[in-house]
C-alpha cells in the first residue's frame, strides 16, 4: 500500500485547508495505509494549544487534532525552523510530534508515494 503523507502549511483559521486535511486523515486512517502528517510553515498553529477561536466565529478544532492518536495516526512531524521562526516550541503543541530540520523534510517527502497538500 502507498505510503502517504499529508503535507499541512496554512493556518488553521480563514482557510479551510485544515479542517479538510483533517478530515481526509481521519477517513484515509481507516484503511490502515502508511500515513505520515508534516505540519509546516503556517501549518504548524494548526497543532498550537489553547487557541481562542470564538471571536473569529472558528470552529475550534483542537479536540478533533487530539484525537488522531485515537486513530492510530502518530507519525507527526514538525518543521522545527517554522516552529522557531513562529516563536514556539514542541512544547506549545497539542499532540507529541517529532520535530524534523530542512534536510529531514527534503528525505520525507521524497520517500512517500503519495503528498496530500493542505
Avoid: K
Avoid at 47 to 74: F, I, K, M
Avoid at 104 to 116: H, M, P, Q, S
Amino acid at each position: 500500500m502507498a505510503h502517504l503523507l499529508f503535507h499541512l502549511r496554512t493556518p488553521p483559521h480563514g482557510h479551510p485547508a485544515g479542517e479538510e486535511a483533517l478530515e481526509a486523515i481521519l477517513a484515509t486512517s481507516v484503511f490502515e495505509p502508511p500515513l505520515t502528517v508534516l505540519f509546516e510553515g503556517d501549518g504548524v498553529f494548526q497543532l498550537v494549544r489553547s487557541q481562542d477561536v470564538h471571536a473569529l466565529g472558528c470552529r475550534d478544532l483542537a479536540a478533533n487534532w487530539s484525537a488522531l492518536p485515537v486513530y492510530e495516526v502518530t507519525d507527526l512531524r514538525v518543521h522545527g525552523p517554522s516552529l522557531a521562526a513562529r516563536g514556539l516550541t514542541p512544547e506549545d503543541l497539542l499532540l507529541d510530534v517529532t520535530v524534523i530540520n530542512d534536510a529531514e523534510l527534503a528525505a520525507l517527502i521524497a520517500d512517500v508515494d503519495r503528498v496530500l497538500s493542505f
